[in-house]
């Protein structure tokens, strides 16, 4: 099916050359307090570009679904290539270094499948930034939760130098409450009194 390779104008002659994962972010996903993992993943892309994206693994198993759907007279090989089997074993893994480096391995293969898949449209679209990555790129990870919420829960899991390390924080923001140096201020003033 010629018309699944991409030809768009943006990612003409581009192509995604490495990909790794970084870590988990675990961000609240609805109204109901629930949560979901995103991938933390770098990529580089053919021109040297590094982005850094946010993937969950429904993202990762619509990519399999739209490659599927746009491929259908191949549907019977890309269904025993390593992708399925890979969405299996991350779905499986209760290991989170272990789930990382699944999520990673995929992502690799996807990237070094034939031209036809891996440049195709649908897996440069999936590797583009999108409008969650552009918060997160910023730091605004307020503006995507629910603004009802109070306290925030916010799980990160980052990998550095080979080593997982986990840090779990809540931050409650209360703008009532004066800040340190009004604070110190109020308590000086009663002391000399």
């Not at 993937?55 to 007279?73: C, H, I």
Request: glycine fraction near 4%.
């Amino acid at each position: 099916m010629a018309s699944a390779v991409f030809e768009g104008t943006s990612l003409v002659n581009m192509y995604v050359r490495g990909c790794w994962v970084n870590g988990i972010r675990r961000l609240i996903i609805s109204r109901r307090g629930d949560e979901e993992e995103f991938y933390e993943i770098r990529t580089e892309w053919s021109d040297r570009n590094i982005l850094y994206l946010h993937r969950s693994y429904s993202d990762l198993g619509r990519l399999f679904k739209r490659l599927l759907d746009s491929f259908p007279e191949d549907r019977p090989e890309l269904s025993r290539s390593p992708l399925l089997q890979g969405l299996i074993t991350i779905k499986e893994a209760h290991d989170i270094e272990a789930r990382l480096n699944e999520v990673e391995k995929l992502l690799k293969t996807i990237i070094n499948m034939p031209w036809k898949y891996s440049r195709s449209e649908v897996v440069l679209t999936f590797f583009e930034r999108s409008p969650l990555d552009q918060v997160l790129k910023n730091d605004n990870v307020h503006k995507i939760q629910p603004s009802f919420q109070s306290p925030v829960k916010i799980s990160e899991i980052m990998r550095s130098n080979g080593f997982c390390l986990a840090n779990t924080e809540t931050i409650v923001i209360d703008h009532s409450i004066p800040n340190g140096k009004e604070k110190h201020l109020d308590v000086d003033s009663a002391e000399h009194l």
